[in-house]
């Protein structure tokens, strides 16, 4: 973050000063909001939710070594020497603080939503526009309404592209992060079936999507994925410039000649209105070609040729736990797909994990939350889809996950097993492990399966 002064902050947001601190032209160079990693000379922001208020730890921040805060009430004392700027909301200061701030830096921005492989597109999106230019992205989960605007204030004089994921459950929350992005180009990966607890219909999910172009900037760019379904009815109906990616026939971005290793990589040739050239993915999975796609459509619009664009492709490399290849001994390899799960991104690991080398293909599967009613028949889904693509062994843990068990065993799958808790898989998972053994670990983000993965390499030799 860029120097910025008291001053400005308080104007920025409309706060007002409290206490006797004075020094207005004292200037912030960092923004934090847990007060359990203070951060010296930094503006505090104790934010509010549902079961927390960090106004409670506003004096161990500053205590801790924080310059300032901000505080929706009132204090009964005031620490000399520390600022406090009075706002109506810390989350809305938060917002307007970012606005404010982005606006300080006239360089292009990108956002990325999309109901599967957000973060991954977004990753590799920055990979390669980071072959040209210095990048700010997304780091891990900062997809929010306050992650987004905590990653906008690490912009400084050397960034010269910013890469934004904005994720959503609900109706008007892409339309909040958009506002404060007002992004030159916008990425939907595709519109799948993830929070339709809370909306309803895979038709109000692109709804909710769309909202990425509310505060697009004149003259934007919207990169659509030209395989989905739903995506497509948008052709022709934005009043900016669109461009579809996929396989499909006519699109403009399109890969063809796929071929994977089952290893280390996909390879395919990349076709555009610019021409074609040859591409290596550092990862598996056919799906992976939508954010290569996605990735070389963002890179000529900023100039890129197709050698750097191959160039920026090889520099790509997932965020932790998404399908992070684990190579141990025995030639035993672990598909680390923890973070996150839905209908579509798990039948998606399902086929990376039938396609790998391994002679004997383990599926531990957990729940996959926010599905609402339509649960049971989803999970039933995938379990039906392990049996197409030929897995020898599903362990599938939680309730939901028992009707992926049960239609894994109606599909013929060798080898089934379901369990309540993390804890009572691990012995079947010691028992299926044997050489040359491929796992893949996958599940919403609630159920925690990481530590399935801690437990994975805990029994497994090192490399």
């Known amino acids: 973050m860029e120097p910025i002064t008291v001053r400005e902050i308080a104007e920025a947001v409309g706060g007002k000063l409290l206490g006797a601190f004075d020094d207005l032209d004292r200037t912030v160079t960092h923004v934090f909001t847990d007060s359990r990693e203070p951060d010296p000379g930094a503006l505090f922001i104790p934010l509010v939710g549902e079961r927390f208020d960090g106004h409670a730890f506003i004096h161990d921040a500053l205590t801790g070594g924080a310059a300032g805060c901000f505080t929706q009430r ?12 009075k706002v109506s909301s810390t989350q809305k200061a938060l917002r307007d603080l970012a606005r404010h701030y982005k606006q300080k830096f006239k360089i292009p921005f990108v956002g990325v939503t999309g109901s599967v ?13 980071g072959e040209k230019f210095k990048v700010l992205k997304t780091e891990g989960n900062f997809n929010n309404e306050v992650g987004l605007p905590l990653t906008l204030l690490r912009l400084n004089r050397q960034h010269e592209l910013c890469v934004l994921e904005m994720g959503m459950n609900h109706f008007g929350e892409i339309e909040y992060l958009s506002g404060i992005v007002e992004p030159d180009v916008a990425l939907i990966t595709n519109i799948g079936d993830a929070h ?17 172009f509310s505060h697009m900037k004149p003259g934007g760019l919207a990169v659509l994925n030209g395989d ?13 410039q669109t461009v579809f990616c996929g396989t499909a026939e006519g699109l403009e971005y399109r890969a063809s000649q796929v071929w994977s290793d089952g290893e280390h990589k996909v390879d395919c040739r990349v076709d555009t209105p610019e021409g074609g050239f040859p591409v290596e993915i550092p990862a598996l999975g056919n799906h992976m070609l939508y954010p290569t796609l996605m ?5 000529q619009h900023f100039g890129m040729t197709g050698e750097e664009i191959a160039r920026g492709v090889l520099r790509f490399a997932p965020t932790k736990m998404r399908m992070n290849i684990l190579r141990r001994g025995d030639g035993i390899t672990i598909l680390d797909d923890a973070y996150n799960a839905n209908p579509q991104s798990m039948r998606a690991a399902v086929e990376v994990l039938s396609k790998t080398g391994g002679t004997y293909k383990i599926a531990v599967l957990g729940d996959m939350f926010e ?6 028949t989803l999970h039933a889904g995938v379990g039906a889809y392990l049996g197409r693509a030929g897995i020898d062994c599903l362990v599938a843990v939680g309730p939901l996950a028992r009707h992926i068990y ?9 080898g089934v097993y379901w369990f309540e808790t993390k804890e009572e898989a691990r012995a079947a998972l010691q028992q299926e492990l044997q050489p040359h053994t491929t796992v893949l670990v996958k599940a919403s983000r609630g ?13 497994t030799p090192e490399p």
């Open 74 to 85: 009132e204090r009964e004392s005031y620490l000399p020497g520390k600022f406090y700027i």
């Open 228 to 240: 989905d379904e739903l995506l497509t009815t948008l052709r022709g109906g934005l009043p900016f």
């Open 406 to 414: 049960t239609a894994a065993k109606e599909a013929l799958v060798p």
């Open 196 to 212: 339709i607890e809370n909306l309803g219909s895979r038709e109000n999910i692109l709804k909710a999507k769309c909202e990425i």
């Open 447 to 459: 159920m925690a399966f990481e530590e399935i993965v801690s437990y994975l390499k805990s029994i």
């Open 371 to 376: 599905l609402g009613p339509l649960a049971p």
């Open 117 to 129: 492989g957000k973060t991954t597109t977004k990753d590799m999106v920055a990979a390669v526009l």
């Open 295 to 299: 990735a070389a459509a963002v890179g």
